[in-house]
């Protein structure tokens, strides 16, 4: 009997450390996997921790935190969207986390409008929108600079490749150095397409989906160039250069434009604004005549389709000075 429980516990023994070794070395491919998606050992640590949104090839995603946000993406289907602004702004959220934000600014503005303002309830579902839109007014912002970023950069960018390409690099070499030798938006976008492609997705795919990530006309001229380039061969760095050329023209040209239209800008803003700081004059010098509009039916009908108007006047005008080149 003895015997017997000796041989068991033996292969207890053995069965457990085979176990534990079995799991570290797991453990230890999958960590090395992930280093090498991530960006690779302490630099890639280093640089994940400094730099808060960064891109990578692969991404955690959280579950549980954001219920109420998870339910309504998948119920309403705002996954896809959602996820291209996000990321397109440089942002490491879920789609989930910006709903559910959305919805608790909404409901600290509705709470603030019903106990704070002296105004009729009704009114606090504006001040819910006007805070609910907060979070997307945050990430449209935080995407426009970014991408005007890029677009600032991006001639430089073509320059460096072609050069690269002239000295003797390959054209994905090229790409990996772009991350070493420039800034954020441009190194993070260039070194992702890189790791896609160096990880087996073929060049002209992990450009399409460069495209994608950074919706800019320059980037798809730079993509389609590439692509062209590749099936009916000819000089890339010379194609470059002239991209690039032509990209500086198209800003020196947009730069004129702005100037020429900036009265008309001026003129935009100064009568949108003069209504708004007529009403708050109005409001401190004689309540009684501006509490018409909020207790009074017709004069939230009036009130209504004044800022309605208000507001398609201002979009048109802005159309009108909005040039695009």
């Not at 919805?103 to 503005?109: D, K, N, P, S």
């Not at 072609?162 to 090229?174: D, K, N, P």
């Not at 260039?190 to 990880?199: A, G, I, K, Q, V």
Request: charged share 20%.
């Amino acid at each position: 009997m003895s015997f017997i429980f000796t041989l068991i516990l033996i292969w207890g023994v053995f069965m457990g450390g085979y176990m534990m070794v079995s799991k570290y070395v797991k453990s230890s491919d999958v960590d090395k996997i992930k280093a090498r998606l991530t960006g690779g050992g302490k630099k890639g640590k280093k640089a994940k921790e400094g730099a808060a949104g960064a891109n990578t090839v692969v991404r955690q995603v959280e579950t549980g935190k954001n219920r109420l946000g998870e339910i309504l993406v998948e119920r309403f289907k705002l996954g896809p969207k959602i996820g291209a602004m996000l990321e397109q702004a440089g942002m490491n959220w879920q789609p989930a986390r910006f709903v559910q934000l959305t919805i608790v600014c909404f409901g600290a503005g509705f709470a603030g409008g019903w106990l704070l303002l002296p105004l009729p309830h009704v009114f606090a579902i504006v001040t819910g929108l006007l805070a609910g839109a907060g979070p997307f007014i945050m990430v449209y912002f935080k995407r426009k600079s970014r991408l005007r970023k890029f677009e600032e950069l991006f001639p430089d960018t073509l320059e460096f490749v072609s050069r690269s390409m002239r000295a003797g690099h390959a054209f994905s070499v090229s790409l990996e150095m772009i991350h070493r030798e420039f800034q954020e938006p441009i190194a993070g976008e260039f070194r992702r397409t890189f790791e896609e492609h160096n990880l087996g997705l073929p060049i002209e795919v992990a450009l399409e989906k460069l495209a994608k990530r950074v919706p800019s006309l320059d980037v798809h001229f730079f993509v389609s160039a590439v692509l062209l380039q590749k099936r009916t061969g000819g000089n890339l760095a010379e194609i470059l250069d002239k991209l690039a050329y032509v990209i500086r023209e198209r800003f020196k040209l947009r730069g004129r434009i702005r100037a020429v239209s900036a009265h008309g800008r001026m003129t935009a803003t100064a009568l949108s604004c003069i209504p708004i700081a007529v009403a708050i004059l109005m409001f401190y010098t004689n309540p009684d005549y501006v509490k018409f509009f909020f207790t009074d039916d017709v004069g939230q009908m009036m009130m209504g389709a004044a800022i309605f108007l208000q507001i398609v006047g201002y979009l048109i005008m802005k159309k009108i000075v909005n040039i695009e080149v």
